[in-house]
C-alpha cells in the first residue's frame, strides 16, 4: 500500500505549483535595485563579501604569520609565507577595490578606467602602509598583555581575544577609508563586528596600544577620535547624540557627531557617551555611565549610588 | 634510541584503555532522551541546523538575489536563479517544518500523515508571504538608510548591517511561528543571534520600517508588540519583568510579559524595559534606562545624572 | 584596441613591485616573535584554534550526540557513536594539550618528555571528568528549560540557547585550566565567546543549574565564584574593580579579584558587579545595576529611579 | 572613456536573451523521461551517486580500518570506529536500496512498503556477508603480495594497487547483485571503474585469492565465472561474443555469455576472450590473444609470431 | 630529555636553508614560459581547468537535470532549475572562451576587445545548438541500452556508462572545436579522458547513435569521421599511420589522417586502426586487430588466428 | 495512520542490532595486521594518501607554477609562490618519508632518530634535484608538442596530456625511488595511474625528451629503462616474461626482468614487450605487438597480417 509516498508527491507538487507567482512577485520587487545597476555598469560589479573575508585572512596571516597563518613556518619558509600571502590578497584586494569605486563612481559609464587606475594606486598606497599598521598592532597586543592581569603571554592576545582580532580589522578597514575605497571598509568592520561583538567604524582615529577588554557590545562611531593608551571594556558605545537633518528631513552625512577620547582614558562596561563631546585625558569613566557633556582630563564619572533593600519574599523585581 | 616514539604509543594506550568506562557512562547518561525519542518516533527525526541555516541562506538569496546571492545574474538570469533556489529552499524547509511537527505532535504514532499534510500546507503559505516579507523588509533596508548619517546608499544596510541580517531572518521566522511550526523558527532567530548578537524572540510582532542599529545585545521578547518606524540602538532589552508559577511551580508559558512599543518610539543604547507596559507612540527612552512602567506617548525618558569627580591619584574605580 | 588589458598588466605590475619592501618590513617586525619560539622548541609547537574547534565539536557530539552529533543514530550506533568521536577527540586533544604544555614549559629543552607524558596523563583524567561534566550540563539545561516561559521542551535549549552553548564550552574548559593546561582553555572559551557574545573565563568556578538568558554580553571573571541554581541574563558583568601593580607596573596575576555569587541568586540584564564582593544567596540584582559593594543574602539591588519628563519638540535627546 | 565594461554588459545580455528559448527546448527533450518517473513514485526517488560514493568509503574503512579509514586509531578505538562508520553506512544504503527497489519495482504504487520492508531485509543480509567479503579481500591482498615480484609487503597491494580497489568495490556489489538489488551495484562497479579502469561488472563470480596487476583495461562481463588463484593482467577482456536478439530486434538480456576461468589460470595483458568458453585449469593465456573457444585445462595459449624486418629510412609504420 | 623535538627542528632547518637556491633555479626555469605570457597580456588569461570542470558539471545537469543535477527536482523547478545553471554555465564559458581567444591571438594588443566580441558571439552561438546537442546525446543513451544486453534501462547508461560520460563531454568539445575556441574543448575533453579513460579528441566527427561499451583505452583521432549507429569496444584506436614532416622537421599539423568509419560498423576490443583509411559500411572489424587499409562494406576482418599449445611444466610464457 | 514512519523506525532497529556481531568479526580480521603495527611503532605512523596528492599537488605548482599553480601570478610575486609551496611541500614530504622509513625499518624500536634524520637528509636532497627534474619535464613538454601533429602549443601538453602528468609523478616518484624511500614512491605513481590510465613503476629509468601519447592503458615495469627520444602510444606494456621463485615458492624481488628500450625507439599502441629483452635504438615497433626477444637497432617490429573476408550475414563475429 503506497499511498504515503504518491501523497507526498502530490502534496510536494502543490508547493510547487505555487512556485511561478512568487517567483513572479520577488523579480518585480528586486527589479528597480537590479536594473539600475546592471544598466550602469554591467555584471560582476559588486564588491563580494567572501572575497573580503579571504583577503582580510590573508592579511591577519601577513601581519602576524605565526598565529594567524601557518602554525609550521620554517626559518627560511617565513619570508616566502608572507609574500605569496600578500601578493594573493593584493591582487584580490585591487578588484575589490575597483568594484567599490565603480560602484561609488558618479559617471562611471565616462570614466571607469579612471575607477581602475586608482584602484591600483590606492591597493599600492595600502600596502605600502602595511608595515605601519603592524607596529600599531604590536602596540595593542602589548596593550591587551599589559592591561589584563589573566593574560599569561603575548601569544595570548593574538590568539584568544576578541579585541585584537576587532583591531586588526580596524586598521586594515581604516586605512582603506582614509584612502577613500567605499563599501568595503564597513565590510571589512561587520566581519569582525559578527566574530566579536566590537563595532568599530572605519572611520574612527585611534591611537597607539589600545585595548577593548571582553568588547561584547562595543560600539565606535564613524567620526571618533581615540588617543594613546586608552582602554575600553565591554558594552561601551562612543555614539552620536542625535544628528540634525537636512531640508529634505534625511540626516545630514559626515558631520562631526561622536566622542573625542583623549590619551590614557579607561571607560569600563556599559558606559554611553554621546555626542561630540571631549573625554580630557586621563579620565576615567565608571560602568554603566551615560555621560553627553565634556568632562576635564583626569575625571572620574560613575553612576549614581544603586539602591539596596531587603528582599520581600513573593515579589518579582 | 627510538624510546620516544614507543613510550607516546603506550601512554597513547593509555589514555584508550579510559575509553570503554567513559562512553558507557556518556550512553547511560543520554539514554532516556535518545530512546523516548526513538521509541516514538524512528530516527531522522529531529530538525538540522545545517539545514536549516541552509534553507534560510536560500530564501536570503531569493529576497535579495543581488546582494546576498550571485554578484553575477544576468537580467534574464535573475528569473531562474530566484525560481531555483526557492524550489530547493522549499523543498528542504517542507521536511523540516515535517520534522518540527513531528517532534511536537502528542498523538504522533496515530496522525503523522497529518503532520505530513501540515508540513506541506504550511510551506505552500510559507511561500505565499514571501512578496509581503520582501515588501516589509525593503521597508527596514530604507529605515537603515534613512536612520544612520553613516550609511551612503541603500546597498550598504544590505551588505553591512546586522540589523538587516537579524531583521530578515526574524521575519521568517516570525511567519513560521505564526503558521505554528515548533522548533524552527527558534532555531532561524538563533543563527542571526550568534551572528549579530540580536536576539529577536521569533514571537514578536514588529511594524514596517523597522531599524536597529549596530545591535549587539538587542534582545526583544516573545509577546512584544511593535509599531511602525520604531529604532533601537544596541544593548536594548524588552523583556519580562517575571513571570508567574503555576501550582508545580513551573513558569506559566505563553501569557503576554513583554512590552508594547508604539510607533515611532526611539529607544537608545542599553535601555532596559520590561513587562507588560506600552512606551507611547513618539516616545524616546535614553541610553542606560531600567523602566518597569508604561510611559505616554510622546515621552522622554532619561537616566539619573551621572556624577563627576576629581580623579584622585592612585586610587582604582 | 586592447589596451585596456595591457594597462592593468602594467598597473598590476606595479603593485607587485611593492612588495619586496613590505615582506622585507614584515619579516622583520615578526622576527623576535618567531625566532624565539622556534630557537626554544622548534615547528609546530603552537596550538591550532582549527584543531581546538574540531575537538570541541567532537566533545558535544560525545555529550549530547542526539543534539549536536548525527540526527540520525540507530539505538545500537549510539555506542560505536560516542567512542568513535571520543577516541579522535581524546588523540586531538593530548597533541594540543602538550602543544600547550610545552608551550609554557620553562625549562623545555631539558623536558620535554616530562611535556608529552603530563599530556597524556592530563588527557586521561580529563576524559574520566566528562560523564560528570555531562551531568553538570545536563542540570543547566533543565535549568534554562525551568526558567524560560518562552521554552517549550528539553530539545530547545539544546538547538536553541547560546547559554547551553557557552556553558558546554565553559564547563570542558574549566576542566582543562583545573589540570593546568596552558593557552587551550582560554581557546576554547573564546569560540564560545565568538558565537554567543558570552565570555566565561575558564577560570570561573560554577556550580549546578546555571542558567545564561540571551546572554549577549556576559562576562564572567578569572576568580568569580558562583553557585548552584543562579540565573544570569544578558549583559551582566562579574568583573574587576581594578587591580594592584607590581613594582615594575606590570598588574598582579591570579589574585581573587571577581565577585563570589552565592546560590539562588538571579541577576538581571547588564548588571555591572566588580571587585572580590559577595552577593548573597537568595539575593536579586536589577538590571543596569553597578555595583562594587557586598550584599547580604535575599538583598534586592535597583538602580535608582529613572527620570521621565514630557517630549519637547525639535529635541534630541 | 568606460566603453569596454558597458559594452561587455550589452553583449552578455546578449547570451541572457538566448537563455529562455533553449532552456524551453531542453525542458521538452526531458519531460518525458521527468514525467514519467515523478508520476510514479515522487521525488527523491533515484539513487544519488554521491550517496553511494560515501557508503563505498565507509565500508572500506570498515573492511580495512588502518589502511582506508583513520591513519590514528588506537586498540581500543578501532572497535568503535568500525562500528561507527559501519552503522552510518548501512543506515545509508538502505536508503539507496530502496530507492533502486522503488525504480524497479513494476507496481510500485500498490505495493512499497514491501520495497521499503525488502530494503531493511537485504541490507541486514548484506552486513552479515561482510566478515566473508572481508575474508576473501584478504586472499586478494595475499595473491597481489605473492604474485607481483615489485610488492615489498601486504600494505602496499592495500595502499597502492588498483586492482585491489576494483575487488573491494567488486565484492561489494557482486554481494548487492546476488541480493536482487536494481542499478546500485553497477554504480558501485563504475566507481572503481573510473577510479581504476578495470571494469568489473558486478554480476561477475569471481573466487578467492584474485589477482589483477595493473589492471587498466581490464573488462569481466556480466556472467563471467572465474575460479580461485586466478590472475589477469592490464588490458585482458572476458567478454561476449555476441548475443541473440530477440523478436523484436533486442538483445536477450541474462543468458550466460561471458567466458568461465577455471582454477589457477593465468591470463596476460591484452589477450580478448569471448564467449560461454572454458579456459581449463592450470592455462595460461598469452598477450594480446584473440580466443573464442574453449581450451582444455593446462593449455598454452599464443599470438601468432610477430613479423620483424629491417628499418627502411623514410617510411612510417 | 627533550632532544629529539629540538634536534628535529635544527634537521627542519636544514631543509629550510637549501630552499632559496632551489627557488631560484625553477623561477629561472619558468622564467620565459611566464614572462612572455604576462608581458603579452597580463594576468588571469589562461583558462582555469577549475572552471572548466565546472562549466561541464553545470551542462550536464542541464542536458539530464535529472540524472546529474539534482535528484530532487519539482515539475515546477525543473524549468528553474535549467535557467539557473544554464545562466551560469553560460557566463564561465564566455570568460573561457575569451581567455582561449586571447591565448591564441596573433596580434592580441591590437584587437582584444574583438577577442571579447567573439567570445559571446561564440557562447551565444554555442548555447543555440544545446538542445541538438541533447539530441544527439539522447540517441546516444538509446544505442546503449539496445547494445548492451546488461543494460536494463535507459536510466542506466545515463547513471553507469563511461561511454555515455565521454560522449557528452564529446559533444560539448566538439561543438566548441568546430566555433573555433582554442585550448578548452581538449579540456573538455581531457576531462572526461581521466574519468573514463576513452580519449575522444574534440575535433572527431561522429554521428548519432554512437555506443562505446566498457571504453578504456578507446581513442579516437582528430580527423576521425564515424557514421551513425557505430559501435566501438574497450581499447580500440582510431590513429594515424605517420605524418609527414615539414621542411623544420615538425608534423605538419592539420591534416586529414585518421579513419573515416562508416554506418552500422562495429570495431571489437583492442582493434587498432589507423591512417586516412575507410572502414565500409556495415563491417565488423574483430579484437586485437591492426588494420593500415581501406576495407569495402560489410567487410569482416579478424585477427591471425592464435597458436594453443600444451602447457609444459616448469616453463614462463 | 503513521505506521509507516514507526515501522520503519523497528525496521532500521533490526539492522541496528545486527551490528555488533559484524564489527566483532571485522575487528578480529584486522586484529593481526593493526596490533603487530601498533606494538612495534605507535600509533600515526602509516603514510597518508591525502598527504601524498597534496605533497605531490605542491610539487606540481612549484615546477610549473602558470600552468598547475595559480593562473594569476604578478611577476614579483612568482618568487614567493615558489618559495612558499615548497617549503609546504617539504616539510610534509619529510613527514610522509619518515613514515615511510619507520615502516620499513627492520629495528625500528632501536633506531627510529635514525629514520628522523634521514628522513631529513633525503628530503634535503630530493629537493635539490627539483631543478633537474625540471629541466627533464620540460624537455618531455617539447617532446610531446614535436611528437603530435594535434598539439598547438607547449602549453596545451601542459593543461591537457596525461602524459605529461604522469611523467610528472613518474619524475618525482622516481627520484624518491633512487633516494630509498618504500611505499611513497608508488603512491605517487597510483595517483597518477588512476588519473591517467598510464602505470609508471617508479623504478623505471626513463631518459630525456620522453612522449606517451594518449596513455591510457600503458605499463613500464619496474626494471626497465628507457634512452632519451623514446615515444610509446597507449596500451603499450613493458613487462615481465615471468619471474623466478625461491626455494619457497615467492617471486625473487628485484632482478631485472623489464626491457631496455634504447634512444630514438617508437613503440605504437598496443604493443606488449616482455623480459630482459632490448630494443634496439631506432627501432618502431607496431601496434598490437607481442614481443619477448631482443631485436636489433632500426629494427621495424610489425603484427602478422590480418584476415578480412565478407561479412556473412546472420553471423556475430
Not at 600578500?86 to 578588484?95: S, V, Y
Amino acid at each position: 500500500m503506497a499511498e504515503p509516498v504518491s501523497k507526498r508527491s502530490e502534496m510536494s507538487d502543490e508547493i510547487g505549483s505555487a512556485l511561478p507567482k512568487v517567483v513572479e512577485a520577488l523579480c518585480l520587487a528586486n527589479e528597480e535595485l537590479l536594473r539600475r545597476r546592471q544598466r550602469r555598469l554591467g555584471r560582476h560589479i559588486l564588491p563580494s563579501r567572501e572575497a573580503i573575508v579571504g583577503i582580510v585572512d590573508d592579511l591577519r596571516a601577513v601581519l602576524f604569520p605565526g598565529h594567524y597563518g601557518a602554525a609550521d613556518l620554517s626559518d627560511a619558509g617565513v619570508h616566502y609565507y608572507i609574500g605569496a600571502r600578500l601578493d594573493g590578497a593584493l591582487l584580490a584586494l585591487e578588484e575589490q577595490v575597483r568594484r567599490g569605486l565603480l560602484y561609488a563612481c558618479e559617471h562611471c559609464t565616462a570614466d571607469c578606467t579612471e575607477c581602475a587606475h586608482r584602484a591600483v594606486a590606492v591597493t599600492r598606497e595600502f600596502a605600502s602602509h602595511l608595515p605601519e599598521i603592524r607596529g600599531l598592532l604590536g602596540s595593542d597586543v602589548q596593550a591587551a598583555f599589559d592591561g589584563d592581569p589573566a593574560a599569561t603571554s603575548l601569544d595570548e592576545p593574538l590568539f584568544c581575544y576578541p579585541g585584537v582580532t576587532a583591531m586588526t580589522h580596524h586598521r586594515i578597514a581604516h586605512e582603506l577609508y582614509r584612502l577613500g575605497v567605499p563599501l568595503i571598509p564597513r565590510m571589512v568592520s561587520e566581519i569582525a563586528h559578527s566574530a566579536t561583538g566590537i563595532d568599530l567604524h572605519p572611520g574612527a582615529a585611534i591611537g597607539r596600544s589600545f585595548f577593548i577588554d571582553h568588547g561584547t557590545g562595543v560600539v565606535v562611531g564613524e567620526t571618533s577620535v581615540i588617543g594613546d593608551r586608552v582602554r575600553l571594556y565591554q558594552g561601551v558605545t562612543l555614539g552620536a547624540k542625535g544628528f540634525p537633518l537636512d531640508d529634505a528631513g534625511n540626516p545630514v552625512k559626515g558631520l562631526p557627531r561622536h566622542p573625542i577620547v583623549e590619551d590614557d582614558v579607561v571607560i569600563y562596561a556599559g558606559a554611553t557617551i554621546l555626542g561630540r563631546i571631549t573625554i580630557g585625558r586621563g579620565s576615567t569613566i565608571g560602568g554603566n555611565v551615560w555621560l553627553t557633556r565634556s568632562v576635564p582630563p583626569d575625571s572620574r564619572v560613575t553612576q549614581a549610588q544603586a539602591r539596596t533593600e531587603a528582599f520581600e519574599s513573593g515579589g518579582g523585581i
